[in-house]
Structures are given as structure tokens and as C-alpha cells.
């Protein structure tokens, strides 16, 4: 379960928000442009420092600003994919995925039979020996998926994932999604812009709008609702 | 208004022949012919026998030898300096900017008498460390300072922009996959940046390797110790000009090289973009 309560004084609001993800289910926050969604992002994953608030998966505290405690990024064993999937475009997707797990110190044998599994299971096997640099779209965001998931993760977070997906590829990486999310009974966070995904992907859906949470709910009672950037698609 | 581009094309055509033809005759006869006419001045025996020349071969050896110890040093101290200048704000950080690109438009003879006021034997610090028997003026050490000051700005300036360009999505993400600091320098930073940062490590060693003005002022013109090859041009251009062509030659062909060798690595960064 992740459970987080966060509060940062933005240059133009005050984000606040308080959170609870339970283990393999989605919430999918939604809202306008710069409304500070993408900010929770960062603050859970440790690349940016709340002013005060708490974070705690699976009932380990990752941080606690009262207790003065806050794991580094590198421990957080958040599994966080950026809007810019960053696949590191010098390495093939075989050391793209291997990366998490070498950084972690794993012996040889474990870290490729990680790597194999991984490759499996988002069906990239052909792609092994590729450079990441040569990827379409859809093939470098499935392998930022296999990356983050092969740390075995507690908590899985995506920023935007299916931004500049073609219909095929933004449903086949909703689909891994969903079943990965499943299978490891993991909470996850997932930033979107349209309405139609977070009704696809999310058990749960917030609407942010300059840093506050306007609403909580399931995603097919989607209220009628202002923000700009929330396209209604469906 | 719309225009006719179609007519635009036809009377650009004839035009953009007409400058291209004034800019290859321009950069033909004033950067080119110029150093053609070094070539024309001997014959591959004088250039041949030139080059066993022992003042020839001693110039030639202390300059490789000085430009690569301070190309050494400077990507040591300058590439994490600029990683750490590139990543952080911190007060007189464009002083600090300010003064790495110095070196750039001071005149390198200055350069030479400002290092000279310093580590001379009555300098600023010299004079502290002449108490100790350590004397720098007018050694190989004060040939490759001269060199480090002259020629660091090339690899700082190139090293700190492409730190500054490189998306930091990729180091975040190599963040919160577990990777040291330092494992991301050399796994992610380094390599994303290689092409650039071998391409201004070129130009310094150039730089470095052509360095005459800071050199003979600070570290003065005694063969064997000081008398890198631009100045064996200048003692041979005095008296035997052969040993001053070949010299000249010599570094003619090392500068072309290392024009090659950027030209490669540059293509090969646009590859890797």
C-alpha cells in the first residue's frame, strides 16, 4: 500500500495532497498542465524534497519530514518512468533492462535470467541485441517498462506513459501495465492527459488542479469537469 | 502577401553559384594557398633530412610529450569541474564562467607575463617556493602551465555545454534504477557525451600543441627543455629556415589530423543523437 501526504510550496500555489494506493491498483492523476502532478511524481520518487509530509510503501517509510527521514533516490526501489522514457540510447535493450539489477550488485546468473524474463514478458525478446537509440515510440517505452520492473520494484510510477503512442502500442502498453501492476500486487501511479485512459487503466482516478485535489474517485464517475488540459475523448 | 517561391528558386540559383564561387576563391587563396606555400619551399629529401635534425626531433618529442601531460591533466580536474559547474548554482558561478574563457581573448604573451609575475623567482608565489629550491619559470613544467592556461578553455567551454544539453531524464531514470553517482557519471553521462567531449579534448591538444607566446615568455627557449616546435619555427626561421619549414610541416600535418579526427567525431555525435 502506498500511502503518502505531501505538502510543497510551489512558485505560483501550494501542492497538498494526501494519497492511498493499494497494492496492485492504479491511480491515474489527471489535471491541467503544470497543476503539480509530475511534482508528486518526483517527491515520491526522492528526486525532489517535500517541505513537509510523509511517504510510505507497503509500511516502510521512504519519508518522513517530522522524523527527519528520507531514503535516497537509489534506495527508494521505485520502479519510475519519466515522461522522456530515457532508454539509454548508447546501450542495447538487453543492458538497458540489465542496468537496475548490475546497479544493485546481483550476481551474473540472476541478472540474466531477470533480463530473459523481462524480455518475455513484454514480448521485446527480437530486440535484445538492439541499440536503444534505434527504437520507434512504442518499443523504447515497453523497454523503459521492462527496466524499471526487472528492480522488482515496490511501487511503480509513470509519467505520461502513452504520449506520442500510436493506438496499437498505447494499448498494448496499457495492457502490460495493468497485468504487471496484477501480477506483482504493487500500487502505481500513472500521469495522464486523457480521460479515456485513466477510465481504461485506473481502479482509481484524481483530478489536480494548482496543487489541490479537486477529486477522488472511480474513473467511470468522472465528473464534468473544468481543467483545461483533460481532454474528454471517450 | 504569398510570393512565387518557383521564381525565388530561379533567381537564387544564379546567385548562390556567384557567392559560393567568391567564398571558395576567399578562403582558397587567404587560409589555404598560404600554407601550400610551405609545402613548395622544400622537396621531401631536404624534409627528410631536416627531420633527423636533432633540434627538429627534441622539439617534436618535448612538444607531443608537454601537450599530452596537459591534456592529461586538464580532462582530470576539468571534466568533473565542469560536470559539477554544469549541474550546480552556486555564488560567482558566472564569475567563474566568466574567467575560464579568459584565457581565450587574453593575448598569450600577457599570459606568459602574468604566469611569469607569479611563479617567477621573485613572483607572487615563486618567491615562496624558490625558499624551497623549486624553481618553475623556465622549465618543462612552465611549458605545459603555459600550455594548461592557454589551452584549457577549449576543453572547459565544450565539456560544460554538453554536460549542460544532456537531457537529465537519463540520469534521473539511472537514479531511481539504484546506480551510484558515480556509476552514472561513467555508465551514462560519460558515454552520452564522449563524441563531444573527445572533439574538445582534440582541439585542446592542439591548442596546446601550438602554443608559442605564453611559452616563450614564462618558459623561455632552451632546446631540449622549453623549445617546443613553434618556437624551434621561430629560432629557424633566424638562421636555418629548412629546420623551420620542416617544423612547420610537421605541425601543418598534426593540425590537419586533428581537424579530421573533430570532423569524424562530430559526425559521429549527430549519429548518436
Not at chain 1, 127 to 140: D, H
Not at chain 1, 157 to 162: G, I, N, Q, V
Not at chain 2, 67 to 87: M, Q
Not at chain 2, 88 to 105: H, K
Request: aromatic share 8%.
Amino acid at each position: 500500500m502506498l500511502e503518502l501526504t505531501l505538502r510543497k510550496t510551489l512558485r505560483d500555489f501550494s501542492l497538498e495532497v494526501y494519497m492511498e494506493v493499494r497494492p496492485g491498483r492504479i491511480m491515474a492523476l489527471m489535471g491541467d498542465n503544470g497543476a503539480g502532478k509530475s511534482t508528486i511524481l518526483n517527491m515520491v520518487a526522492g528526486l525532489i524534497s517535500p517541505d513537509s509530509g510523509s511517504i510510505s510503501i507497503n509500511g516502510t517509510i521512504i519519508c518522513d519530514t517530522a522524523h527527519g527521514i528520507s531514503l535516497p533516490v537509489e534506495k527508494r526501489r521505485i520502479g519510475y518512468v519519466l515522461q522522456n522514457p530515457a532508454v539509454f540510447p548508447h546501450m542495447s535493450v538487453r543492458e538497458n533492462i540489465a542496468y537496475g539489477p548490475k546497479a544493485e550488485g546481483l550476481s551474473r546468473d540472476v541478472i540474466s535470467a531477470r533480463v530473459d524474463h523481462w524480455l518475455e514478458k513484454l514480448e521485446i525478446r527480437d530486440l535484445a541485441q538492439v541499440k536503444a537509440g534505434n527504437l520507434s515510440g512504442g518499443q523504447r517505452q515497453r523497454v523503459a517498462l521492462a527496466r524499471a520492473l526487472a528492480t522488482e520494484p515496490s511501487l511503480l510510477m509513470l509519467d505520461e506513459p502513452f504520449t506520442a503512442l500510436d493506438a496499437d502500442s498505447m494499448q498494448s502498453v496499457k495492457k502490460y501495465i495493468r497485468t504487471f501492476v496484477t501480477e506483482m500486487k504493487i500500487p502505481c501511479l500513472i500521469v495522464t492527459h486523457r480521460v479515456l485512459d485513466s477510465k481504461e487503466i485506473g481502479d482509481q482516478a484524481c483530478i489536480m488542479s494548482r496543487g489541490k485535489m479537486e477529486w477522488v474517485g472511480n474513473p467511470s464517475d468522472f465528473p464534468l469537469c473544468s481543467c483545461r488540459d483533460v481532454t474528454v475523448t471517450s | 502577401m504569398n510570393r512565387p517561391i518557383v521564381n525565388a528558386g530561379k533567381f537564387q540559383r544564379p546567385l548562390t553559384t556567384i557567392i559560393a564561387a567568391v567564398l571558395i576563391i576567399t578562403v582558397t587563396f587567404y587560409l589555404a594557398v598560404p600554407v601550400l606555400a610551405l609545402f613548395f619551399r622544400t622537396t621531401p629529401e631536404l624534409f627528410l633530412e631536416s627531420l633527423q635534425n636533432p633540434e627538429v626531433l627534441s622539439a617534436l618529442w618535448l612538444s607531443i610529450f608537454t601537450s599530452v601531460i596537459s591534456l592529461v591533466i586538464v580532462l582530470l580536474v576539468g571534466t568533473p569541474f565542469a560536470y559539477f559547474h554544469s549541474r550546480n548554482q552556486y555564488p560567482g558561478r558566472m564569475l567563474v564562467d566568466t574567467i575560464i574563457d579568459l584565457p581565450l581573448v587574453l593575448p598569450p604573451a600577457v599570459a606568459g607575463v602574468a604566469l611569469l609575475l607569479l611563479y617567477g623567482r621573485s613572483g607572487l608565489v615563486g618567491k615562496y617556493l624558490s625558499m624551497f629550491g623549486i624553481s618553475i619559470a623556465f622549465t618543462t613544467l612552465a611549458v605545459i602551465i603555459a600550455q594548461i592556461f592557454v589551452a584549457s578553455p577549449f576543453y572547459l567551454r565544450q565539456a560544460k555545454s554538453l554536460f549542460e544539453q544532456l537531457d537529465p531524464a537519463y540520469e534521473k531514470t539511472a537514479l531511481t534504477l539504484g546506480a551510484s553517482p558515480l556509476r552514472i557519471f561513467a555508465t551514462i553521462t560519460l558515454p552520452l557525451t564522449a563524441g563531444g567531449l573527445v572533439s574538445g579534448a582534440v582541439m585542446t591538444f592542439g591548442r596546446a600543441l601550438g602554443e608559442f607566446g605564453a611559452t616563450l615568455m614564462f618558459a623561455g627557449n632552451l632546446p631540449g627543455v622549453t623549445q617546443t616546435m613553434p618556437l624551434a619555427v621561430y629560432v629557424g626561421m633566424q638562421g636555418e629556415l629548412n629546420v623551420g619549414i620542416t617544423v612547420s610541416i610537421l605541425l601543418v600535418i598534426i593540425s590537419f589530423a586533428i581537424m579530421i579526427a573533430i570532423r569524424i567525431l562530430a559526425k559521429k555525435e549527430v549519429r548518436n543523437a
